[in-house]
């Protein structure tokens, strides 16, 4: 249950979070926290300058030493306490999620909040399975060992749409790798990563594993990522910023991970089942607004079933509810902003010249009209080429296209530069697992669109970046793979010398 709290009271100190507690930033600036579901101030805050970076980073760079050299165990059972402590603050971290994002309270209290505390017990049970290849004598007078061993200090980014799980999805991997991280959140949803933080030092992680830097991405976000304290960049954001970020980590040599935009095609196959595919789109195009980058936004579909699958889609949009996130009768809250909203209105106005707005198209009017609520849109009759089917608009829109034959259906979901997720849809099981291989995405679901796993990998293909969160294949990013190799012969003089100094015999 939400649980509501003076926000301006529990982060009166700052919203910085340095070595273990909040401080203020020392820009010189202020930046709002609003509430985009009646665009009212909810919280005014100071935001962290390069110099806050710097103190950050040297706070992580001094927790390292002993936090890497901490046992697997003994990390194990502060993320076990992690999660527990993210348990208790559910209410909490709902509250403040759906306030700073306008997300349904639904939406915070049963994906957001526990899917990050399931992540928090997924890597407090992986952070005792660190494994390398077990030893052995690849050559006659060796043995090697691999070793996997942390990084050093991370420098991540994430975005404003999954505040609280992406802050999860980027600090847990790393902390339990035995890495030491500073996070800048977005500037606009600070609240629940410094809550993540605040419940870390809770549950006795030791202070500046997990540091919070609260500020622009042109001043901390570049500060932070070219910092030559940081081994390793991690961000999550649009393909555009990424490639900003890519710029900056390669003149440093650092690590990188990616997960960028998303254009996630939803290919319906004439065989599928019609009600399961209608409802599996418009769930999958509105979940959180659209502001999802693996979010369903491209339908294409087999032209048998064309027409109703539009009609079909076009009346249970109807049938969504929009209202205050924390009603929880309200299906779909606001955008992020009205910056946003505009900007995603944009390319539904700009459809109009060349396809049809089905439903939707429109921001309400009377009582929520001073929030960034956009009504659900469908959109037909765009070309493939289109800026409606080809870039990431971020909101309650689905484009639906028909197809003719199965490679024409693959080949379409094929056709953006993006590819993070998708899905197939069939009762085939020679058609589905033809779309799964061909598919050029990081994740395909057959028959379902949306659900994530903490046991599954998430990353992406081609623009849509490289590298993996959740998971154990996160680790891969998340540490350094060193061998360690053993003579076995003590001898002083050894064969392959022969090759430097002495004849051969």
Request: glycine share 10%; charged share 20%.
């Amino acid at each position: 249950m939400v649980q509501r709290f003076d926000v301006n009271e529990r982060f009166a100190e700052g919203a910085q979070y340095i070595g273990g507690e909040l401080r203020d930033g020392s820009s010189g600036r202020t930046q709002q926290v609003v509430d985009p579901a009646t665009g009212e101030q909810v919280h005014t805050y100071r935001p962290a300058s390069t110099a806050d970076v710097d103190a950050a980073v040297r706070a992580a760079g001094d927790a390292f030493p002993a936090w890497a050299g901490a046992t697997p165990g003994e990390r194990s059972d502060a993320l076990h306490r992690f999660a527990a402590v993210l348990g208790e603050r559910a209410g909490e971290l709902a509250y403040a999620e759906s306030l700073q994002c306008g997300k349904p309270v639904k939406l915070s209290e049963e994906f957001d909040v526990p899917g990050s505390v399931d992540n928090a017990a997924f890597f407090a049970g992986a952070a005792r399975h660190l494994e390398g290849r077990s030893a052995g004598e690849y050559s006659p007078d060796h043995t090697s060992v691999i070793r996997r061993e942390p990084i050093g200090v991370v420098g991540s980014i994430a975005p404003w749409n999954y505040p609280l799980q992406m802050a999860a999805w980027k600090v847990l991997p790393a902390i339990a790798a035995g890495n030491t991280v500073v996070l800048k959140p977005a500037e606009i949803t600070p609240l629940t990563s410094l809550m993540f933080a605040q419940a870390a030092t809770e549950a006795g992680i030791p202070d500046g594993v997990l540091n919070i830097v609260s500020g622009t991405g042109r001043e901390a976000g570049e500060h932070l990522v070219a910092h030559p304290g940081v081994a390793m960049t991690s961000f999550t954001g649009s393909t555009a910023v990424g490639k900003r970020v890519a710029e900056i980590a390669t003149s440093t040599v650092k690590r990188l991970h990616l997960e960028l935009g998303g254009k996630a095609p939803f290919v319906v196959f004439d065989d599928a089942d019609l009600a399961a595919a209608v409802h599996g789109a418009v769930a999958g195009a509105l979940i959180n607004t659209g502001q999802d980058c693996t979010a369903a936004t491209r339908a294409y579909v087999q032209r048998p079933l064309y027409d109703a699958f539009v009609g079909g889609v076009a009346d249970l949009m109807a049938t969504v509810r929009l209202g205050d996130p924390f009603d929880p009768a309200t299906d779909l809250g606001p955008l992020i902003s009205h910056t946003q909203r505009d900007r995603v209105a944009g390319f539904v106005e700009r459809a109009r010249s060349y396809a049809t707005v089905v439903t939707g198209g429109e921001s309400p009017q009377g009582d929520l009209a001073k929030g960034a609520y956009y009504r659900p849109t469908l959109i037909t009759g765009a070309a493939q080429d289109s800026e409606a089917v080809q870039s990431e608009i971020f909101g309650p829109v689905l484009a639906v296209l028909p197809f003719d034959s199965d490679d024409e259906g693959i080949a379409l979901a094929n056709d953006t530069p993006y590819g993070l997720a998708a899905s197939a849809w069939s009762r085939d099981v020679y058609r589905t697992g033809r779309a799964t291989r061909e598919i050029k995405a990081g994740c395909v679901w057959v028959n379902d669109h949306i659900p994530i796993l903490s046991e599954m990998p998430h990353g992406g293909y081609k623009a849509s970046g490289f590298g993996k969160d959740m998971s154990a294949y996160s680790f891969e990013e998340y540490t350094q793979v060193k061998h360690v190799m053993y003579d076995n012969t003590g001898l002083v003089r050894k064969d392959w010398h022969r090759t430097v100094f002495g004849d051969r015999t």
